[in-house]
């Protein structure tokens, strides 16, 4: 990557999500200047930090047919067989799950993996442990959504509150039709993002791997294996 891609990334727009906390930020640097200056260089540095958690780069998804993209940046930290969340009506058989741990410093906006149309969203209340343990799946707090995809196969992706991560944000509603790489929400500071694949869909990525949202094919429908 380029210097001045680097760039442009780090630079990019912030999403609207942050412009409250940027509001907030530039209000302290102002009644800093007027009443205490150490204020306003707290003000600017969260100003500075908001400009950055909330950037919103633009995205180029692959013009492939039939691949899974993935729904976040950040790391692979779990790559294993499980159901579904029971709440989007998916059944129980095991499928390939793919769990993504956003840090602080990742890119957090929330990409459509796949086009199609989304069938089911479902929001779960629960606890705030560190995203990337396995039991977050589980416990923490999740806005779980499916996708059915334009060749009847089903998908799901699951926004997971972390440790410091309190504000789930959707965007998107059921029966709306979504594109494959587009923006659909975010969650605020540091989280993670499950996807689980078709039955039968084999993953190609791995333990570890590092993902850019809306851009890195994590799976092809054309190359299902066996059922799980």
């Known amino acids: 990557m380029s210097l001045l891609q680097s760039t442009r990334l780090v630079l990019a727009p912030p999403h609207r999500a942050g412009f409250p906390f940027l509001a907030g930020g530039l209000v302290a640097m102002l009644a800093g200047l007027l009443l205490w200056e150490p204020l306003a260089w707290l003000g600017a540095l969260f100003v500075l930090f908001c400009l950055y958690f909330f950037r919103d780069p633009e995205r180029v998804a692959p013009a492939r ?5 993935a729904p976040a940046d950040g790391r692979i930290v779990v790559l294993d067989q ?3 969340p029971a709440e989007l009506d998916l059944g129980n ?3 390939w799950r ?3 741990f956003l840090s602080v410093l990742d890119v957090h906006i929330n990409r459509i993996p796949a086009a199609g149309t989304i069938t089911r969203i479902a929001y779960r209340h629960g606890r705030f442990f560190d995203a990337s343990l396995d039991k977050a799946s589980e416990e923490n707090e999740r806005n779980a959504m499916s996708i059915r995809l334009q060749g009847g196969a089903a998908i799901a992706v699951v926004q997971i509150a972390g440790l410091i991560a309190r504000r ?4 998107v509603a059921e029966g709306d039709a979504v594109a494959a790489g587009a923006r659909y ?4 500071f540091g989280s993670r993002t499950d996807l689980y694949l078709p039955e039968g869909v084999e993953p190609l990525v791995a333990i570890g791997q590092r993902m850019v949202g809306g851009e890195t ?3 092809e429908l054309d ?3 066996p059922a799980a």
């Open 65 to 69: 047919a039939g691949v899974i993209l």
């Open 82 to 84: 499980a159901p579904p």
């Open 93 to 95: 058989r095991p499928r």
């Open 98 to 100: 793919i769990g993504i």
């Open 168 to 171: 789930i944000v959707c965007e």
């Open 185 to 188: 929400g975010l969650i605020r």
């Open 217 to 219: 094919v994590m799976a």
């Open 223 to 225: 190359r299902a294996g």
